[in-house]
């Protein structure tokens, strides 16, 4: 994790901790906390910190980096309750596995592609290695003779 850069910061991160260890200092947060009922959330995180909630109440806030962390530890200790979340959650996780499947289709397309370009290449170079062999095989001619080289394939006439 990036180091804390701001006193503010510090206390959203502070605040954050205390209300997941459950021992918030605002006397209505600890209220809440001791009948089992708070939740963790940007509003409840910043009224602990001392702090405006807008500074992490929307998504173009001072600190996106505290918001998600609140949104992530919240959605991961919130059980569904009703069918309408569990169906929110459902589609929610529906659209993560399509952008996962059209980020992996994307990504084995590029890599055919290289693989065709590296095929590609490949040929061009064992053709041209070929050529470099076959004339290599040939004997040397003076420049001016009229003699032309026989190839060893050929049977001579008997």
Do not use: W
């Not at 502070?14 to 918030?24: I, N, T």
């Not at 929110?88 to 399509?98: G, T």
């Not at 290599?136 to 420049?143: H, V």
């Amino acid at each position: 994790m990036k180091s804390i850069q701001t006193r503010v910061e510090k206390d959203l991160l502070d605040a954050l901790e205390r209300l997941k260890d459950g021992s918030p200092k605002n006397a209505g947060l600890a209220k809440k906390a001791r009948a089992g009922k708070l939740r963790i959330n940007p509003t409840t995180v910043a009224k602990e910190a001392g702090c405006s909630r807008t500074l992490i109440g929307h998504d173009e806030c001072a600190y996106p980096e505290i918001r998600n962390q609140i949104r992530k530890y919240s959605e991961s200790t919130k059980p569904a309750t009703s069918f309408e979340e569990i169906n929110r959650q459902l589609r929610r996780d529906n659209l993560d596995l399509h952008e996962a499947v059209r980020l992996a289709m994307s990504r084995v397309a590029a890599m055919e592609l290289q693989l065709k370009a590296g095929q590609t290449e490949t040929m061009r170079t064992v053709r041209d290695l070929q050529r470099q062999l076959a004339k290599a095989q040939q004997p040397d001619l003076p420049s001016g003779s009229n003699v032309s080289h026989i190839s060893a394939r050929r049977k001579r006439p008997q």
